[in-house]
């Protein structure tokens, strides 16, 4: 077929030229039905759209009242919640201003009790100030622990028992004498003690000078209880046991717990070394020693006191003897009484029977009386 008309290189026949437009055509009434269709679809959306923005809208409006409620539910709560916090606060708030108040008036009392305290620490620390000057002077100590010797032995002993500040054979002055019963001889007690070595032995404690701090101590407590064998330990006038008073227990507590050697050194001079609590129980023992001794001495009078209470308690028997007899006596001649006083009953009763009959016969002379009696 011969082409209708060319351009250049192309040529486009008929049929080509009506093919194209029948495609034209066929492009244009697809182009018109999407176009249609797209426009239905679309209609349909936009309507699809109005109601989920209908619904949308529906549900805003109920969130809007549900949220309206909810805020005025919780805006209540909140109210109600701030009340009662308010509440709470205002009794806490009182609460503790009333534990506050107590607390302020405990705590002025316990100052006042520490006042208080401070004032007797500050009497204490002058009392310690005056008891460490009074033991830093060798012989105001001395006076000191004799004084305390002095008192516990005339609280427990009797006065004539015992003699303070005694000169002995030899010359020399004894702190206190103790009058053993019979020949058993006084017992000298030496109330001094060499405390500046123990001083020292404290403040070196624990250091490299502890060592011969001890060495010191236990060889100036051993020259003292010599001392007091030598000076106190008569043979014939004192007891064979002197004693070593320390007014420390601690100190006595020591001795035992690291200087056992110083304590067998009194033991083998006989010089026995007490503190106030060992002193008290010697003490006690001496006492009954002394209380047993005078019984003993007693002893006589008493076998004759109880010889003679053995008589009257013989002659008790005998006089309680004849006084049961006296009652046996006195039951029988109650029994006698007894008996008559029944036959005068007896007699009573038939006179008063014979005056009855008298009453109820009247007789006219006596010797109808007697005939009728």
């Known amino acids: 077929m011969e082409p209708v008309f060319t351009y250049g290189d192309i040529s486009v026949t008929l049929v080509e030229i009506f093919a194209g437009l029948a495609l034209i055509l066929v492009s244009i009434l697809i182009t018109l039905y999407l176009s249609r269709r797209a426009s239905r679809m679309w209609g349909q959306h936009i309507h699809h759209v109005h109601r989920q923005q209908a619904e949308l809208q529906g549900r805003l409006s109920q969130m809007a009242e549900e949220s309206a ?64 000057n009074l033991l830093s002077n060798k012989q105001a100590r001395g006076a000191f622990g004799e004084k305390q010797m002095q008192d516990l032995i005339s609280d427990y002993l009797p006065p004539k028992t ?42 070196v404690e624990n250091s490299p000078e502890e060592d011969m701090a001890r060495r010191d101590f236990a060889r100036d407590v051993q020259g003292h209880i010599k001392d007091i064998a030598e000076k106190y330990l008569i043979f014939g006038e004192t007891h064979d046991v002197a004693m070593m008073f320390l007014p420390s227990e601690a100190i006595y507590a020591e001795l035992h717990t690291h200087f056992p050697k110083v304590i067998e050194a009194g033991f083998k ?99 109808d009386f007697r005939k009728k009696a």
Do not use: C
């Open 269 to 367: 001079q006989k010089v026995m070394i007490v503190s106030p609590t060992t002193f008290m129980a010697t003490l006690h023992t001496m006492r009954a020693v002394m209380k047993d001794a005078a019984m003993r001495e007693q002893a006589h009078i008493i076998q004759k006191e109880v010889g003679l209470m053995a008589k009257d308690v013989a002659l008790l028997d005998t006089r309680v003897a004849k006084l049961q007899q006296h009652f046996d006596q006195s039951t029988e001649d109650m029994r006698q009484i007894r008996i008559s006083t029944g036959k005068i009953t007896k007699r009573a009763d038939k006179i008063d029977a014979i005056e009855d009959h008298m009453d109820q016969t009247e007789p006219t002379n006596i010797a």
């Open 69 to 132: 409620k909810r805020e005025l539910m919780l805006r209540e709560s909140l109210d109600q919640r701030l009340d009662n916090v308010s509440e709470r606060v205002g009794k806490s708030i009182v609460e503790t201003q009333e534990r506050n108040s107590e607390n302020l008036k405990q705590l002025h009392e316990r100052l006042a009790l520490i006042d208080r305290a401070q004032k007797n620490i500050e009497t204490l620390s002058g009392e310690v100030s005056g008891l460490q």
């Open 162 to 203: 015992y003699s303070f500040q005694a000169t002995l054979s030899n010359r020399k002055r004894v702190d206190a004498l103790i009058h053993m019963p019979g020949d058993q001889g006084d017992v000298a007690i030496d109330s001094k003690f060499p405390l500046e070595s123990w001083r020292r032995l404290m403040e």
